[in-house]
């Protein structure tokens, strides 16, 4: 059968990556009915939510989709751009990512960083001998997508009851006893047991899938106690079960500086919802950049995969476009494994691989140039041109 797939274009760059990704997966060959649904800003000033129920819907009706980028801004920002029939009537922004990972129960983030030979803006360094090398990197962030700092659970001026409760901790007496409640915000840091072992669970099951050797729980354990030291907990249960897997722990701080001593270190990361999206980032500029960033987003019910980019909305204006297509299309590859098409998704990899490794045709990021409308007369390849280059090279390799 044909699969079903909710394609979400979004804003900005977000069309604009989404239509090459898909000319890529028509050239391998894959078919699908492509359902176009609405997200983003231009869905926030008309209707006063950013992610509407009818795409919740067909999420949950089609159970995958593919995403392009969106544009989020500041509560207040947010506020003034809104359409002045619906001001005052009590909407407030929230990003259609966090919102579509929360309704749709999407717990699971999965974020591989893997250098690809010949890409210059692959992490170098000077060895002791002084020479220069390029260490292959091979990390996988697997993280908690809905619990942590993104449960949404906060206050600006946080009620009475909830003051006394916060007033019940010592620690809340000892130094905001002085502080009224409308100067506070508070927002809540919750981790849930169950939660912790499904995803150190597919932190162990990925590994053990994708031979890795290594799963490494980080957090700030000594600061975030009390939520730390459930998911460790939930880690060592997990890695009983798992022993062909080694479990090892770093502290968020100390994790970055090994990001970028050693990063060929790690294999599995497994980390709560913002110290894995500051890693992944990290990681994320040791293999290219965010043009090579993407990630999926799964639950028992629905898959979502997504470039991890912004909408670039001063790139969105260029003509024609230059942005970076490749972390869009490895989304697309990735939603392929999750719908049984691993051959097809190789493919797509070694095409974008040997791309690179040419290095006849490169976006403007990997010529490390600004993104600019003049990058094109200095060697840079448009948006199109990448994907074309991906194309030829999917044609050019033996099925």
């Known amino acids: 059968m044909i699969p079903r797939i909710v394609v979400m274009p979004g804003d900005g760059v977000g069309p604009i990556v989404i239509g090459e990704a898909m000319r890529v997966l028509d050239a391998a060959g894959f078919a699908a009915d492509w359902v176009t649904a609405d997200v983003g800003w231009s869905c926030w000033q008309r209707e006063g939510n950013a992610l509407p129920d009818r795409t919740v819907r067909l999420l949950e009706e089609h159970r995958v989709g593919l995403f392009g980028a969106i544009t989020s801004k500041p509560k207040a920002i947010a506020a003034s751009e809104l359409d002045p029939a619906l001001r005052g009537r009590g909407h407030v922004y929230v990003s259609p990512v966090l919102a579509m990972r929360q309704r749709l129960r999407l717990e699971t983030c999965i974020r591989p960083c893997r250098t690809i030979p010949n890409n210059p ?20 962030l697997v993280t908690q997508n809905t619990e942590c700092l993104y449960s949404s659970v906060e206050w600006t001026h946080p009620p009475a009851d909830l003051r ?24 809540c840091r919750i981790t849930s047991r ?25 957090d700030k ?6 939520t730390s030291a459930m998911l460790l907990d939930a880690a060592e249960r997990v890695a009983a079960r798992h022993p062909r897997i080694t479990l090892a722990r770093t502290d968020f701080d100390a994790q970055v500086m090994w990001l970028v001593r050693r990063p060929e270190r790690f294999g599995v990361i ?53 942005v970076n297509p490749i972390a869009t299309i490895f989304a697309a590859a990735m939603m392929l494994e999750h719908l049984g098409e ?13 791309v690179v490794r040419e290095g006849r045709v490169r976006s403007y990021d990997m010529l490390g140039l600004d993104g600019s409308a003049d990058v094109v007369a200095h060697g840079a390849a448009t948006t199109r041109q990448m994907a074309d280059a991906v194309i030829a090279a999917l044609k050019a390799t033996p099925a």
């Open 194 to 218: 169950a939660a912790c072992e499904r995803i150190a669970e597919a932190a162990f099951a990925y590994a053990e899938a994708h031979g890795y050797t290594s799963v490494t729980v980080c």
């Open 270 to 322: 497994l980390s709560t919802a913002l110290v894995g999206d500051v890693l992944s980032d990290g990681f994320a500029g040791l293999v290219g950049g965010l043009g090579f960033a993407y990630s999926a987003n799964l639950g028992e019910a629905c898959a979502v995969f997504e470039p991890t980019h912004g909408s670039a909305p001063k790139h969105a204006a260029i003509d024609p476009p230059i």
């Open 342 to 354: 691993a051959n097809r998704a190789s493919q797509i990899r070694a095409a974008v691989a040997r």
């Open 164 to 187: 006394r409760a916060l007033d019940a901790h010592p620690e809340m007496r000892a130094r905001f006893d002085g502080v009224a409640s409308e100067d506070l915000a508070v927002s």
């Open 121 to 140: 803006g692959d992490y170098v360094r000077r060895s002791a001998s002084g020479a220069i090398e390029s260490p292959t990197i091979d990390v996988t």
């Open 221 to 226: 354990w000594g600061v975030m106690r009390e």
